[in-house]
């Protein structure tokens, strides 16, 4: 019976190390079995893409189409010119020394006095009144009315005042306009001269 188990175990033993070389050898040849056909899958890939590929015979033939030339490449378009309308502003901070504008002046700045305009001068003054008309025609109507009744202190009061308001922005005016009344002052200083 001893001698039963030795030789099973014997047996046993044999067949183990038997399944074991078996194992190794199973390993190495699925190793390689792997290796050659990523091997033969790489080496291949560039020749499915070229099986893949068309070659077309309509590229061979010349088309007319591509010599044509486009005469709109030779109209000016405006659109495509590029001009900065800001490039000519004046900036006073490239002039300074530093341009922080924080930092004090570097010049000194003569304060300018701002032009008067061109009037003539007349020896009589005018009493300045305020009117309150919305439209030049307004003052225009009442300067006539100021002007019929002989009150030419009123004529003048009256068209002064819608100057004043047209040269200060708070009354519109059209250029027709602006001119009637300045001949109206022109014409009512020569009545009061005389």
């Known amino acids: 019976m001893k ?28 190793t390689l079995a792997t290796g050659i056909a990523v091997l033969v899958i790489t080496l291949h890939t560039p020749a499915m893409a070229a099986t893949f590929t068309i070659d077309n015979p309509a590229d061979k033939i010349d088309n007319p189409a591509g010599r044509i030339k486009n005469p709109a490449n030779k ?5 495509s010119r590029i001009d900065n309308p800001a490039s000519n502003i004046y900036n006073p901070a490239s002039q300074m020394a530093d341009p ?10 003569s304060a300018e006095q701002p032009k008067e305009q061109m009037q003539p001068q007349y020896g009589i003054t005018i009493p300045e009144k305020h009117y309150h008309f919305k439209t030049v025609k307004a003052y225009i109507l009442e300067a006539k009315k100021a002007f019929n009744q002989d009150d030419y202190i009123e004529f003048l009061s009256i068209t002064e005042d819608a100057l004043r308001r047209i040269n200060a922005g ?13 001949k109206y002052r022109s014409f009512g200083y020569g009545l009061l001269e005389k």
Do not use: C, G, H
């Open 75 to 79: 109209i000016d378009n405006p659109a």
């Open 3 to 30: 001698t039963e188990k030795s030789e099973f175990a014997r047996l046993n033993d044999k067949v183990k190390d038997e399944l074991r070389r078996l194992r190794e050898d199973i390993m190495a040849l699925t």
């Open 100 to 109: 922080n504008p924080l930092s004090p002046p570097t010049q000194q700045r």
């Open 170 to 182: 708070k009354l519109k005016a059209s250029n027709k306009a602006k001119q009637k009344l300045e």
